[in-house]
Each structure stands twice: as structure tokens, then as C-alpha cells.
Nanobody, 124 residues
Framework: QVQLVESGGGLVQAGGSLRLSCAASGRTFSNVAMGWFRQAPGKQREFVAVLSWSSGNTYYRDSVKGRFTISRDNAKPTVYLQMNSLAPEDTAVYYC?????????????????WGQGTQVTVSS
């Protein structure tokens, strides 16, 4: 059984930093993509960042480029999201997702596996 377990959320002031972790288990992820999505109250779940485990390529939504970094630890396997210069508009529940199969990296509907989510709240 595949499990994705997120951690690292919390409350931070604007301009601060947080690092989210997503620990994966239950199958090999060496040939799939793993990503982060977020969902704010009353809004749809949106793409934040994705990493291709095989190539190491990374992609980000425009609003987080230069502030967020997605990375991995092959040995664990775990994917991270380092979030710097946080702003109140980054407040959301952040979800880890894995394996979009042949679908889009950017569409949450295409991902097979999801974590339970971790709350990130940025105060102004």
C-alpha cells in the first residue's frame, strides 16, 4: 500500500520560511514524478511544484518561482518543499502527490497517490 506522509507545516509570519517533507513508502518512485499542490479555503487545488524522479527536472508555478524549491532524498525516499519569503497568499493546505502516470504534471486529477495534507498559515 502506497503512503505519502507530509510534515513541516505551521504558522509563520510573512517573510519567513518553512520546509515541508513528504515521506513515500509502499512502492518504488524512481520512475515517476512527485509534486506539491495546495488548496486555500473556497478555492480549487492548484499546482505548486513538481520533480521528475528519473531526470531530476523541476517545474514551478509562476508565483512561487525564486521563493520555493522542490528537492529529493533518493535514499529515503522523501521529497521536500523549501518555502522562503512566504506571503499571506501562500496560506493553504499543502498536499504531496505522486505518479501522474502519462498525464499532466500540473493537473491534480492525474495523480494517483496523495498525502493527507499539512496546513501552512502565513500571518501578515
Amino acid at each position: 500500500q502506497v503512503q505519502l506522509v507530509e510534515s513541516g507545516g505551521g504558522l509563520v509570519q510573512a517573510g519567513g520560511s518553512l520546509r515541508l517533507s513528504c515521506a513515500a513508502s509502499g512502492r518504488t518512485f524512481s520512475n515517476v514524478a512527485m509534486g506539491w499542490f495546495r488548496q486555500a479555503p473556497g478555492k480549487q487545488r492548484e499546482f505548486v511544484a513538481v520533480l521528475s524522479w528519473s531526470s531530476g527536472n523541476t517545474y514551478y508555478r509562476d508565483s512561487v518561482k525564486g521563493r520555493f524549491t522542490i528537492s529529493r532524498d533518493n535514499a529515503k525516499p522523501t521529497v521536500y518543499l523549501q518555502m522562503n519569503s512566504l506571503a499571506p497568499e501562500d496560506t493553504a493546505v499543502y498536499y504531496c502527490a505522486a505518479d501522474p502516470g502519462g498525464g499532466s504534471y500540473y493537473s491534480p486529477e492525474d495523480y494517483k497517490y496523495w498525502g493527507q495534507g499539512t496546513q501552512v498559515t502565513v500571518s501578515s
